[in-house]
């Protein structure tokens, strides 16, 4: 099978699993569970749960445990989109190709799916303990780590810096720090999180964050590429965004031609660690891979 298509499989089985995490649409709160499943089933790459899965399975993981971890990746990834979209934030229409949480609900009721994603992402990966007791050990680790990196130690701080300093000139110094807690944390808790359910080492948890810290940098770099030469039909979402929010980006510190570079770079040097794992399928590295040159 192709690269695509095996990704196309993988996509379609992540989202059978959101499905079946998220919550009923009952009771007279109703209201909140549509549009949590509006902001999450508004389709997305799922890199976050991809990433997760493989580094699982590359690790040694087997069977279910793994998907309510998945499920609440995704949920927290969701969130963050829904707030960085209101109003107060960017305050922007279009995301995934649809209008945005708080333009089809209305303000308050994006706030609220955004707060209730977050709560149900904790839910929901708590599940694994009555799934697997005998692995609570290696679930509360994984959601130690699904807390921190979504915290003031990971997006949220990397976020308060950037909203910060939207309009102000930032150092590279500075941007790198954003780049990490706002975009790496995430992937890192996703690639972390699957070597942990696996049963990997501290030592090996430790090397795939490494890993992980490049597969974000590189991937804010792509983005803040593509804000500059994509479409808003080929993103699902508005294009020169960082333009009209005032924002340092690497393309405007160090240029296109050398963000490129650097996109290669640091990705190579990721896939490079990513060889001392000795992968038995090259899906993991064809997905980082396909991640240097991604146009959306
Ligand atoms: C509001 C708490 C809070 C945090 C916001 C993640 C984030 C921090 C803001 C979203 C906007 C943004 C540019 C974040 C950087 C990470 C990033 C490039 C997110 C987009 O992720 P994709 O491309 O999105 O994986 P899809 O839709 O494919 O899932």
Known sequence: MSFKDNQLEK???IEQVLKAYLPEKEGYQ?????????????????LRPMLMMET?????GEGNLIEPFMAAIEMIHTYSLVHDDLPAMDNDEYRRG???THVVYGEDMAILAGDALLNFAFETATKAFTMFPEKSTQIGKALQILAGKAGIYGMIGGQVVDVKNAGN????EVLDF????????????????????????DEDVQKIERI???????FQIQDDILDVTSTAEVLGKPILSDEKNNKTTYVTLIGLEKSKEQVEQISMEAIELLHQFKPEDSFLEELLTSLIHREK
């Open 11 to 13: 996509v379609a089985y």
């Open 30 to 46: 109703e209201l909140i569970m549509e549009a949590m499943e509006y902001s999450v089933m508004a389709g997305g790459k799922r």
């Open 56 to 60: 699982y399975r590359m690790l040694g």
């Open 98 to 100: 649809r209008k945005t």
């Open 169 to 172: 000139p930032v150092s590279k």
């Open 178 to 201: 954003i780049y990490e807690l706002k975009t790496s944390a995430l992937i890192e808790s996703s690639m972390m999180i699957g070597a942990i359910l696996a049963g990997a080492s």
């Open 212 to 218: 992980a810290k490049g597969v974000g940098i590189a």
